[in-house]
Structure formats: structure tokens, C-alpha cells
């Protein structure tokens, strides 16, 4: 079964500081791996997606890439704003028993501090 | 654009009862998914379906009964209301399934079973 980690479970880091948030999968039998932004009581907000043939993908001050030989991924976060804070999930979508499921990290909670 | 709107936002249950969760999604995407979040773990895949007349099972689907009669609607159905069901629950669409297939999310449903 597909396994989806994310470390660390909770970051917390000064305004304006870059940051990288990690995610690893133990199947690399992937059709793409989807990284996710959740308020507290919110939904999840899809930020970027990277297709399984796909290095990387850029959108604003963010950045995913992925290693899908190694099972990795990371998001990169320039220039960080309070704004930001928020829990970051990260999620591939894998064939595993034809369900064409997304497997789900337990995200990894950000604060950034004024 | 509305997207993707799940109602009711927070519901409590006794034992035993029954009720549908509704999500409605005006992208025309053909994929929709139940997903359950629990605190602490990932979430997980309830039911999901390819098109209207098409269901299929997740990785938790006890307790839990789907329709889709039509492409916008896919109700959750709970009978016999369990504390185990307490959770938050999100309803989710794509396009498709594959590699494009980008997920998006409803607010929630927070249920609570007593």
C-alpha cells in the first residue's frame, strides 16, 4: 500500500525566511503528486500539481519538485509571509487496486512569525 | 464560481440515526470522491465514482452508502450513526482521473456523533 510521509510535522520560522517542507512516498507507481494548502476549519486549496513525467512546477513564490525514483518531493517556499501559515499537505495519486486513489500525507503545520 | 459545495458545515447525530451529506460540484468534472479527516491522520478515501451511474469503493467504505444519479451531485449517505463516524468530511472533484486530473475540495462537513 501506498505510504505517504511528511517531515517535520510542524515548522515554525521568522517572516521572510525560505523554507522547504518534505514529502516522501514509498511507491513510485505514480500518476502525479498534488500539494495541498488547509486553513484551520477550512478545505483543502490545491496549490500545485506535477504530472508523473514532470520534474517540477512553479507558481508564484512557490515551488514543488519531484523525484519520483527516489520517492520524494519538496515544496519551496521563498520569501515567507505571515499569511502563509497554514498546514501543507502533500498527496499522490497512485493505481493501486484501480481505485486511481490520492494517498495522503498528515501535512506538516507552518507558522510563520511576524 | 462556486466549485465545489458540501452542505450541511456541522451536524451532530446520535446513535443510530442516519443522514446524507450532499456536495454538489458546477465544474462539470466527471471524477468525485468522499474523503474523511481525522485528527492526526490522512485522509482517507470513503467512496469515489467515474461518472454518473458509476460507484466504487475507497479504503474505508463501512458504514457508508453513495449515489450518483447525475454528473453535479454525489450524496454520502451514514446509517446507523456510530461514534467512529465522528470525523470531517470533504468532497472533492477532477476532470479525470490520470496524471491532469487536479483535485478540488469542498469546506467540509463536521460531523459529530453522540
Known amino acids: 500500500k501506498q505510504e505517504v510521509t511528511q517531515i517535520p510535522a510542524a515548522l515554525s520560522v521568522p517572516e521572510g525566511e525560505n523554507l522547504v517542507l518534505n514529502c516522501s512516498f514509498t511507491?513510485?507507481?505514480?500518476?502525479?503528486l498534488q500539494w495541498f494548502r488547509q486553513d484551520p476549519g477550512k478545505g483543502l486549496t490545491s496549490l500545485l500539481l506535477i504530472q508523473s513525467s514532470q520534474r517540477e512546477q512553479t507558481s508564484g513564490r512557490l515551488n514543488a519538485s519531484l523525484d519520483k525514483s527516489s520517492g520524494r518531493s519538496t515544496l519551496y517556499i521563498a520569501a515567507s509571509q505571515p499569511g502563509d501559515s497554514a498546514t501543507y499537505l502533500c498527496a499522490v495519486r497512485s493505481d493501486q487496486t484501480g481505485a486511481n486513489n490520492l494517498f495522503f500525507g498528515t501535512g506538516t503545520r507552518l507558522t510563520v512569525i511576524p | 464560481n462556486a466549485g465545489v459545495t458540501q452542505t450541511p458545515k456541522f451536524r451532530i447525530l446520535k446513535i443510530g440515526q442516519s443522514m446524507t451529506l450532499q456536495c454538489a460540484q458546477d465544474?462539470?468534472?466527471?471524477?468525485m470522491y468522499w474523503y474523511r479527516q481525522d485528527p492526526g491522520m490522512g485522509l482517507k478515501l470513503i467512496y469515489y465514482s467515474v461518472g454518473a451511474g458509476i460507484t466504487d469503493k475507497g479504503e474505508v467504505p463501512n458504514g457508508y452508502n453513495v449515489s450518483r444519479s447525475t454528473t453535479e451531485d454525489f450524496p454520502l449517505r451514514l446509517e446507523l450513526a456510530a461514534p467512529s463516524q465522528t470525523s470531517v468530511y470533504f468532497c472533492?472533484?477532477?476532470?479525470?482521473?490520470?496524471?491532469?486530473?487536479?483535485?478540488?475540495f469542498g469546506e467540509g462537513s463536521r460531523l459529530t456523533v453522540l
Open positions: 465544474m462539470n468534472h466527471n471524477y
Open positions: 472533492a472533484s477532477s476532470l479525470n482521473g490520470g496524471g491532469a486530473g487536479e483535485l478540488f
Open positions: 511507491d513510485s507507481a505514480i500518476y502525479n
